[in-house]
């Protein structure tokens, strides 16, 4: 029996490992797991190559509880260690020094993790366990070794009996740590780390329906059928898919194969995704993986974090900020890179060159997978635009590249349901809605009921009203105003409609200076001025007598802030809308005309309910009681 001490040049590395991956404790397991799976796939190139005289086989990985003897068992069948081997791979940790990994390390490594990083995956063990105990047999032949450590510098390593090819690693749990003893607790690690790790993992096993047996259904005395029981065997319980979608080439896919990992990826997932995207790139950086476009919703935090990274099949997180382009991040799926780091911090990977290749791969693969599913298919893209379009816009509004790529797919849908690109529409509108500055004004509502007025008014002039609903519209809005010549949006209440696109030709009001001044002062002391800017306009006869309008530039601004961007005075700001009051329209005329005061403030706050009303400001008992005073007047 050989005695010796672990080669590092400190006193203890254990109270490290605790104290910098105490809060990872759980990756012990993954680490573990990712060490047999490497000397299993060792094993099989050396095969393939004809280096070994043993033969590969089906090996399996086995994970195995004893809960009385306070043990965890991690047992493969892959190549194995001589003592020779293990003197060199486990003793020799190389470190410079752990005083200068602390100094280097102190700010990141609680955060992203140092095992792997630094190859110390195999004593992630003692986060866990007061002891570690390896047994294992080489492929080639030489006697087995098993080495002891408890927990300090000092091992034993000693020869064993073991004849079968592999390595076992059994930790002997910590009093701190009997959650690992749980079958329920190591049934999640295994399918949160290992579901799809490329050699089977074992863990107990299940009874399933015996396959060789058909239950045979006989007559009984009173002659009613009577089938006998499904014979049941027992097998191994294998916890992972060792070939997962991602892992084959798109032309050995079917999209029930793509639907059916979509499933397995998201259980409790009950919509199948709209589309996919196969990732598969060997150069300049290897990178496999599948994204899946889903439904969307309005809350654009509960959409983040559901695309899972993995390095060669081994899951590694699901905040993939970083490596997928943020726009990209409310998507879901699985990429793999062996040229991502499992465990470094997230500035590291901002500044790596390899990881800023893989994002800018993955939003050029995006795009040109959007810009196919447009050209051979267009109505079935427009039906899915609305599930789609904030991912597209949020990427135009954030990646340059993308914005250069998106605007032959990016859609504009009319209150009327009809779809244009950037371009159509462009060439719709631009004879008719340009004003008297030579700008292209295009309208829009964001909710054509409440807006439906506001709507008929600009589409009585011709004017094509596009539908924009998404949360981020208005940053969008901003992006293209910024980005493309004397184009302006304007909401189809931000203002009366000769007003939002003004040609030469105004109207000429018909009050004179005194009658105009009686007006704006009347109605100055009747509407709340703290709710309502009074604003006389000269407009068509037949226009609305009285329209409340919310100037574009504020009402903008404060959506912009509420969804980050703009300024935080206008967050908190009271909502302000305009009066607009048409001088030209009859009631205007009456209310100047009726002789008692009272009667003159009826008409106005009449008008005003109305006016309220077809913008959706009357809510609650507001509304409650203009019903109640339109019922009394039909009375």
């Given at each position: 029996?050989?005695?010796?001490?672990?080669?590092?040049?400190?006193?203890?590395?254990?109270?490290?490992?605790?104290?910098?991956?105490?809060?990872?404790?759980?990756?012990?397991?993954?680490?573990?797991?990712?060490n047999?799976?490497?000397?299993?796939?060792?094993?099989?190139?050396?095969?393939?190559?004809?280096?070994?005289?043993?033969?590969?086989?089906?090996?399996?990985?086995?994970?195995?509880?004893?809960?009385?003897?306070?043990?965890?068992?991690?047992?493969?069948?892959?190549?194995?260690?001589?003592?020779?081997?293990?003197?060199?791979?486990i003793?020799?940790?190389?470190?410079?020094?752990?005083?200068?990994?602390?100094?280097?390390?102190?700010?990141?490594?609680?955060?992203?993790?140092?095992?792997?990083?630094?190859?110390l995956?195999?004593?992630?063990?003692?986060?866990?366990?007061d002891?570690?105990?390896?047994?294992?047999?080489?492929?080639?032949?030489?006697?087995?070794?098993?080495?002891?450590?408890?927990?300090?510098?000092?091992?034993?390593?000693?020869?064993?009996?073991?004849?079968?090819?592999?390595?076992?690693?059994?930790?002997?749990?910590?009093?701190?740590?009997?959650?690992?003893?749980?079958?329920?607790r190591?049934?999640?690690?295994?399918?949160?780390?290992?579901?799809?790790?490329?050699?089977?993992?074992?863990?107990?096993?299940?009874?399933?329906?015996?396959?060789?047996?058909?239950?045979?259904?006989?007559?009984?005395?009173?002659?009613?059928?009577?089938?006998?029981?499904?014979?049941?065997?027992?097998?191994?319980?294998?916890?992972?898919?060792?070939?997962?979608a991602?892992?084959?080439?798109?032309?050995?896919?079917?999209?029930?194969?793509?639907k059916n990992?979509?499933?397995?990826?998201?259980?409790?997932?009950?919509?199948?995704?709209?589309?996919?995207?196969?990732?598969?790139?060997?150069?300049?950086?290897?990178?496999?993986?599948?994204?899946?476009?889903?439904?969307?919703?309005?809350?654009m935090?509960?959409?983040?974090?559901?695309?899972?990274?993995?390095?060669?099949?081994?899951?590694?997180?699901?905040?993939?900020?970083?490596?997928?382009?943020?726009?990209?991040?409310?998507?879901?799926?699985?990429?793999?890179?062996?040229?991502?780091?499992?465990?470094?911090?997230?500035?590291?990977?901002?500044?790596?060159?390899?990881?800023?290749?893989?994002?800018?791969?993955?939003?050029r693969?995006?795009?040109?997978?959007?810009?196919?599913?447009?050209?051979?298919?267009?109505?079935?893209?427009?039906?899915?635009?609305?599930?789609?379009?904030?991912?597209?816009?949020?990427?135009?509004?954030?990646?340059?590249?993308?914005?250069?790529?998106?605007?032959?797919?990016?859609?504009?849908?009319?209150?009327?349901?009809?779809?244009?690109?950037?371009?159509?529409?462009?060439?719709?509108?631009?004879?008719?809605?340009?004003d008297?500055?030579?700008?292209l004004?295009?309208?829009?509502?964001?909710?054509?009921?409440?807006?439906?007025?506001?709507?008929?008014?600009?589409?009585?002039?011709?004017?094509?009203?596009?539908?924009?609903?998404?949360?981020?519209?208005?940053?969008?809005?901003?992006k293209?105003?910024?980005?493309?010549?004397?184009?302006?949006?304007?909401?189809?209440?931000?203002?009366?409609?000769?007003?939002?696109?003004?040609?030469?030709?105004?109207?000429i009001?018909?009050?004179?200076?005194?009658?105009?001044?009686?007006?704006?002062?009347?109605?100055?002391?009747?509407?709340?001025?703290?709710?309502?800017?009074?604003?006389?306009?000269?407009?068509?006869?037949?226009?609305?007598?009285?329209?409340?309008?919310?100037?574009?530039?504020?009402r903008?601004?404060?959506?912009?802030?509420?969804?980050?961007?703009?300024?935080?005075?206008?967050?908190?700001?009271?909502?302000?809308?305009?009066?607009?009051?048409?001088?030209?329209?009859?009631?205007?005329?009456?209310?100047?005309?009726?002789?008692?005061r009272?009667?003159?403030?009826?008409?106005?706050?009449?008008?005003?309910?109305?006016?309220?009303?077809?913008?959706?400001?009357?809510?609650?008992?507001?509304?409650?009681?203009?019903?109640?005073?339109?019922?009394?007047?039909?009375?």
């Amino acid at each position: 029996m050989a005695k010796g001490n672990i080669n590092v040049s400190v006193e203890n590395i254990f109270p490290l490992i605790k104290k910098f991956l105490y809060s990872d404790h759980e990756i012990f397991l993954r680490e573990l797991i990712s060490n047999a799976t490497d000397a299993t796939l060792k094993l099989k190139h050396l095969a393939s190559i004809g280096e070994t005289k043993s033969d590969y086989g089906n090996p399996i990985i086995e994970v195995k509880i004893d809960k009385e003897g306070k043990k965890l068992h991690i047992i493969d069948q892959g190549l194995g260690m001589t003592a020779e081997e293990v003197e060199k791979y486990i003793n020799q940790v190389a470190f410079s020094g752990a005083e200068e990994f602390l100094d280097q390390y102190k700010d990141s490594a609680k955060d992203s993790g140092i095992i792997g990083h630094f190859g110390l995956g195999f004593y992630s063990a003692f986060m866990v366990a007061d002891k570690v105990e390896i047994i294992t047999k080489s492929h080639k032949d030489e006697p087995a070794a098993h080495w002891t450590c408890d927990g300090s510098p000092e091992f034993t390593l000693e020869a064993h009996d073991k004849t079968d090819r592999g390595t076992e690693i059994i930790l002997h749990i910590a009093e701190d740590s009997t959650e690992f003893l749980e079958e329920a607790r190591i049934s999640s690690l295994l399918s949160k780390y290992n579901k799809f790790m490329p050699i089977p993992i074992k863990f107990g096993t299940k009874e399933v329906n015996d396959p060789d047996h058909t239950p045979k259904t006989t007559k009984d005395k009173d002659g009613k059928d009577t089938t006998e029981p499904q014979k049941k065997i027992t097998v191994d319980n294998i916890i992972n898919n060792p070939n997962p979608a991602w892992t084959k080439q798109p032309t050995e896919l079917e999209d029930e194969d793509y639907k059916n990992f979509y499933r397995e990826l998201y259980p409790m997932q009950f919509e199948d995704p709209l589309f996919h995207i196969h990732l598969n790139v060997d150069y300049p950086f290897n990178l496999t993986g599948i994204l899946y476009f889903p439904k969307m919703t309005q809350d654009m935090a509960m959409q983040k974090d559901k695309i899972q990274l993995y390095q060669n099949q081994v899951f590694v997180t699901d905040n993939v900020e970083g490596i997928v382009p943020e726009f990209l991040t409310m998507l879901r799926g699985v990429i793999d890179s062996p040229d991502i780091p499992l465990n470094v911090s997230r500035s590291y990977l901002q500044a790596d060159g390899a990881v800023k290749k893989i994002s800018s791969y993955i939003s050029r693969k995006v795009a040109d997978k959007l810009k196919s599913l447009f050209n051979n298919n267009r109505e079935d893209f427009e039906a899915k635009w609305n599930d789609i379009k904030i991912v597209i816009e949020y990427g135009m509004l954030s990646d340059d590249k993308f914005f250069e790529k998106a605007e032959a797919f990016t859609l504009y849908p009319t209150v009327d349901g009809k779809y244009y690109t950037y371009e159509e529409l462009y060439n719709k509108t631009k004879a008719n809605q340009t004003d008297k500055d030579d700008k292209l004004v295009i309208l829009y509502a964001s909710n054509a009921d409440e807006q439906h007025s506001y709507i008929e008014a600009a589409k009585d002039k011709g004017y094509e009203v596009l539908l924009l609903d998404s949360p981020i519209v208005s940053h969008f809005m901003q992006k293209l105003e910024t980005t493309k010549e004397k184009i302006s949006f304007a909401r189809v209440d931000a203002d009366h409609i000769d007003k939002l696109i003004q040609k030469e030709d105004t109207a000429i009001s018909k009050l004179d200076e005194n009658q105009t001044k009686a007006l704006d002062e009347l109605l100055k002391d009747v509407v709340p001025s703290e709710k309502f800017m009074v604003q006389l306009e000269a407009m068509d006869s037949n226009a609305t007598p009285f329209m409340i309008t919310q100037p574009e530039f504020m009402r903008r601004m404060k959506e912009m802030q509420a969804t980050g961007g703009g300024m935080n005075m206008f967050g908190s700001m009271p909502e302000m809308y305009n009066l607009v009051v048409n001088t030209n329209s009859e009631l205007v005329h009456e209310i100047l005309n009726t002789k008692t005061r009272k009667k003159q403030e009826r008409l106005i706050n009449q008008s005003l309910d109305l006016a309220r009303l077809s913008q959706g400001l009357l809510k609650g008992k507001e509304l409650s009681d203009f019903i109640k005073r339109s019922y009394d007047m039909i009375k």
